[in-house]
T-cell receptor, first 110, second 114 residues
Framework: KNEVEQSPQNLTAQEGEFITINCSYS?????LHWLQQHPGGGIVSLFM???GKKKHGRLIATINIQEKHSSLHITASHPRDSAVYIC????????????FGTGTRLQVFP | EAQVTQNPRYLITVTGKKLTVTCSQN?????MSWYRQDPGLGLRQIYY???????DKGDVPEGYKVSRKEKRNFPLILESPSPNQTSLYFC?????????????FGPGTRLTVT
């Protein structure tokens, strides 16, 4: 069983829809990252969370440490949001190490 | 502009021919790391470095070497590449290890070993 699981693996949406991507983990963590990987391959860091909620534009990330779960929400989705979204956790006992989920591929159609 | 650069971006090589993928960052970051990305497996850490002359193995270090002689550079060396090292490689850096700092990723190097 993977230590970091994302769902769904693939997601399609119409422009304007509200999108939720989930990340569950089974290890003790000190922080959780959400990353975005565009079709060209480049990876950009969206959020780093250790508790609560963060918002940046149309993106919202939440984390529930007790339930070992995080969600990434996209409001008013747009075709330019089409990308792979990756969840990664930084281990509590080894903060040098990141463990990655396998990603959620999102396609937003106009 | 703050960035992590990798070279080359694309490389096709043959089994056994030594190669080096360079990684450089201009943000004075202490922490640098190499990852490989394979379909269905996600990103996996190969090696990381917490500062000059300090390196350690990640999850999949076999077949790779690294060095950190200068703070800005962290090259990945494949002494004798094999086809199972065909992958997309990313270098990343961050200000300091720990929970509070985001990682900056390079653009990736797509390596094919035939």
């Amino acid at each position: 069983k993977n230590e970091v699981e994302q769902s769904p693996q693939n997601l399609t949406a119409q422009e304007g829809e509200f999108i939720t991507i989930n990340c569950s983990y089974s290890v003790g963590i000190s922080a959780l990252h959400w990353l975005q990987q565009h079709p060209g391959g480049g990876i950009v860091s969206l959020f780093m969370l250790s508790s609560g909620k963060k918002k940046h534009g149309r993106l919202i990330a939440t984390i529930n440490i007790q339930e070992k779960h995080s969600s990434l929400h996209i409001t008013a989705s747009h075709p330019r949001d089409s990308a792979v979204y990756i969840c990664a956790v930084r281990l509590f006992y080894n903060t040098d190490k990141l463990i990655f989920g396998t990603g959620t591929r999102l396609q937003v159609f106009p | 502009e703050a960035q992590v650069t990798q070279n080359p971006r694309y490389l096709i090589t043959v089994t056994g021919k030594k190669l080096t993928v360079t990684c450089s960052q201009n943000m004075n970051h202490e922490y640098m790391s190499w990852y490989r990305q394979d379909p269905g497996l996600g990103l996996r850490q190969i090696y990381y470095s917490m500062n000059v002359e300090v390196t350690d193995k990640g999850d999949v270090p076999e077949g790779y070497k690294v060095s950190r002689k200068e703070k800005r550079n962290f090259p990945l060396i494949l002494e004798s590449p094999s086809p199972n090292q065909t992958s997309l490689y990313f270098c990343a850096s961050s200000l300091i290890r720990g929970p509070s700092y985001e990682q900056y990723f390079g653009p990736g190097t797509r390596l094919t070993v035939t």
